[in-house]
């Protein structure tokens, strides 16, 4: 009896799909030194987007909508490719985000209207244009979120840059992006593209002063 245990969990563990984590795949990524700042090429990489303007004010609909239907459509295709057999599966990725103000550079913290930003999460290389498809309709089939519409499934590709992990809140990072553009100016290199920011702590169940946030600057 209990080799038949055995022989049945085997050929469970056998049938179990590979799981592909993108944050071990790609640690240089997604967990830099808090300490230094660290140079690197960020890859070509696919992801689910949503973009949005100004300024999100805690409690945002519009921002709040964008999460919702960023994640609700990362756990659809999960557990859509999942059910369909797929023999890869993978980890939902953190929260990323884009920031930039129309019209100029830097940021400005009064000229809230002309805040932009792209919200999105990162995904497999084998997740393809037909599998985003099926699982928008299998989603706006079941819960239908407001933001779905502006949901889109594109390439990025960030090119050289500089980052560091940011410890503390968000409205401590200051010293953190002074940092990252000190190492710029003083290592010959010049600021291009968005201000990029990695959510790796969840800020429901994290105080404040111990969230993990990674500070990217693409250069050139």
Known sequence: MASTKVTARSAAVAKAPAKIDMKQQFK???????????ELDVPEMNFLMIDGSK???????????AIGALYGMAYTLKFMLKAEGAKTDFTVMPLEGLWWMQGKG????????????????????????????KAKAILKDKKDPPALGKLKMKKFAEGRAVQIM??????????????LHAYARENGLKIKGKHHEIYMSDPRRTAPEKLKTVVRQPVR
């Open 166 to 179: 940011h410890i503390g809140s968000w409205s401590e990072e200051g010293p953190t992006i002074e940092k």
């Open 28 to 38: 240089e990524l997604y967990r830099p030194s808090a300490k230094k700042v660290a």
């Open 55 to 65: 300024y999100p004010q805690e409690g945002s609909p519009e921002f709040q909508q």
């Open 106 to 133: 830097g940021f400005d913290e009064e000229d809230k209207e002309n805040w932009r930003w792209t919200l999105m999460i990162a995904l497999p290389p084998h997740i393809t244009a037909e599998d985003f498809k």
